[in-house]
């Protein structure tokens, strides 16, 4: 595969990251995460106005009508800034399911104001410890009303409008939930990046729509979490080489014995080590952004492939970012612990990898057998 972003493509993404150093350095992450407000919202809407919430979403629903390239390019330079924003539960999740799965009457009432930033999405699956499975939705959606808790809801404690898994008669299936509205109780919970929150969700008797036909939510599911692991592979991505460049610019300018640590063997080995994985996991990412432009059957594989490998670069960038600073790495004061926060938060998110991984060799498994 002969692949690359256009000129155009990069221009955007360049005029992306002069935003987001203008608007959201390190110092907003770090307000939010002191202040323990969850999220900055003067940022949020100056994303909303550059029209990123609605990068992928056609004009005739208030989106910027651009594509998926555009979208990951995007995405990418949110997560190099560590934005404090719920783009990833808004955008990849809630947004990319009313566009997948809603009729046309919801996508012209939901997606104006996702788009626009009036309304914050979410998507809920998880009920218990342990992999999810169609057997574990436990919650349930009958004559409209929606029937127990959700946990771990990405930026639940802040969301407006909620994706859920819900069983029916005919198996799992999608709804649309108001969490602003009556039957529904909310409790933060503790994150290990609290500028990426996350919330338990209770509902009882909570007024729901459905959102897709009956029993297709497990399959809608799959097929929402494959694109969203796409995107989130590039949000992450973003955040590792930065994380990267912050390492190396730091062993350049700290000496011992009169040279840079940089220039120590053992130590250019290990920012070798971290380099082969960042290219390794943009490899990869390309080849998702790839399938997920042209909505191609190899989408599955794809996903797993952007997510396995740039977990474990995250996983291993930003724990030798904390490392080869010494003693300061460790400090509150240094920067080290955002990115490591983020990268830990951001390898739960979908699933673990570890998921991720077993489910790739089934599906290699299974495109071998047919």
């Known amino acids: 595969m002969n692949f690359d972003f256009s000129e155009d493509q990069r221009l955007l993404q360049s005029s992306a990251r002069d935003f987001l150093d203008d608007q959201s350095p390190l110092q907003v992450n770090r307000d939010v995460l002191e202040a323990g407000t969850y999220y900055n919202p003067e940022l949020w809407q100056g994303v909303a106005e550059m029209g990123w919430l609605g990068a992928a979403v056609p004009e005739e629903y208030g989106g910027a009508g651009f594509g998926y390239l555009e979208l990951v ?29 809603g009729t046309p009457e919801q996508r012209k009432t939901y ?3 996702l788009v626009a930033g009036e309304k914050i999405g979410t998507f809920s ?14 919650t349930t959606f009958e004559n409209g009303r929606l029937n127990g808790t959700k946990i771990g809801v990405p930026d639940g ?4 409008l909620a994706v859920v898994v819900a069983q029916t008669n ?40 459905p959102l897709g036909s009956p029993g297709e939510g497990w399959k809608l599911t799959e ?18 080489q930065r994380a990267f460049e912050i390492t190396k610019e730091y062993m350049m300018g700290r000496y011992a014995f009169g040279r840079p640590i940089a220039s120590f063997q053992a130590l250019k080995h ?4 971290m380099y082969c994985a960042i290219e390794l996991a943009r490899s990869n990412n390309y080849y998702g952004a790839w399938a997920l432009s ?51 938060h951001q390898s739960a998110l979908l699933a673990p990898a570890t998921e991720w991984r077993d489910k790739l060799i089934e599906r290699l498994v299974a495109k071998r057998a047919a």
């Open 223 to 240: 097929k929402l979490f494959d694109r969203a692991a796409v995107l989130l592979a590039f949000e992450q991505l973003g955040g590792t």
């Open 125 to 138: 699956l998880a009920e218990g410890l342990g992999q999810a499975t169609p057997s574990s939705v436990k």
């Open 294 to 344: 042209t909505d191609a059957e190899e989408i599955g594989v794809a996903a797993c492939n952007a997510r396995v490998s740039t977990a474990q670069a995250a996983e291993l960038v930003t724990m030798e970012m904390i490392q080869l600073h010494g003693g300061v790495g460790f400090t509150w004061e240094y920067d080290c612990h955002l990115f490591y926060r983020r990268a830990k």
């Open 270 to 273: 290990r920012m070798s080590e």
């Open 73 to 101: 390019l995007i995405a990418e330079e949110v997560g190099r800034a560590l934005a404090p924003i719920p783009f990833a539960s808004s955008v990849y999740l809630a947004t990319e399911a009313v566009l997948l799965a």
């Open 111 to 113: 997606l104006p104001e």
């Open 170 to 209: 005919s198996g799992p299936t999608l709804a649309l939930a108001d969490l602003g509205g009556q039957g529904v109780e909310r409790k933060a919970l503790t994150s290990i990046d609290p500028t990426q929150s996350a919330a338990a969700i209770t509902f009882r008797d909570a007024p729901a729509e």
């Open 157 to 160: 404690n802040i969301a407006n």
